[in-house]
């Protein structure tokens, strides 16, 4: 498969981008990956988006490992790292560091009529409000509180260990770099009212959220 990476900074991080062609996906490039078995009843999509992924995460590791899949199907990062990953459309981010918290999503801009469709299962009326009077178009806006959400559900993943809804979490606010989210609940050893902050940028159609510790 042809790729492309490059890395770019968010919140002072490296966040490895990959660049692919999905026409160019072989079956043979998934013999690359050590865990390649586990993907063979997979869709043609799924692989080439999972070997992107993997890809990012190789360079952002340095070139050293990749990532596994664990049992609710997240990345295994090797011990002493914390990582994520996102792919969206064409393109495929990671990101790792020593330590804390760390989850990043790509999200290709979700079109207008589409956010309004899924809107009531994504936010809440408080968070209709916010984005109808944060100043960005509603499409964008919609787009940024989805992934920042997906990030933070990243984020936490690796010591909830459990499944996360839209709900688990409202974003307060939402500026031209970041989002405030704040937990609605107790997600152990979260706590309800905990915030957190996602950091964001544009590129093209796509918009990249991270949640990391400062």
């Known amino acids: 498969m042809q790729t492309t990476h490059a890395t770019f900074l968010l919140a002072g991080q490296t966040v490895h981008r990959i660049t692919f062609e999905p026409a160019t996906f072989t079956e043979a490039d998934l013999l690359w990956l050590p865990h390649h078995h586990q993907l063979s009843d997979a869709g043609r999509k799924r692989k080439a988006d999972h070997l992107a992924g993997r890809i990012a995460a190789f360079h952002a590791l340095n070139r050293q490992a990749i990532p596994g899949i664990g049992s609710s199907g997240e990345p295994l990062w090797p011990a002493g790292v914390r990582g994520s990953l996102s792919h969206s459309g064409t393109q495929a981010v990671a990101i790792c560091r020593d330590n ?40 964008l806006a919609f787009t940024l509180v989805f992934s920042a959400k997906e990030s933070l559900f990243k984020a936490l993943f690796p010591q909830v260990q459990a499944w996360m809804g839209f709900e688990c979490a409202r974003v307060t606010s939402l500026t031209a770099d970041a989002l405030t989210l704040m937990l609605t609940r107790p997600l152990p050893p979260f706590t309800q009212n905990q915030v957190f902050t996602a950091h964001w940028l544009r590129k093209d159609a796509t918009v990249v959220t991270l949640i990391c510790d400062e």
């Open 100 to 139: 804390g918290l760390v989850g990043i999503d790509c999200e290709a801009i979700i079109a207008e009529n589409e956010a309004r469709e899924i809107q009531d299962g994504v936010i809440d009326p408080a968070e209709a409000r916010l984005l109808a009077e944060c100043g960005l178009p509603f499409a």
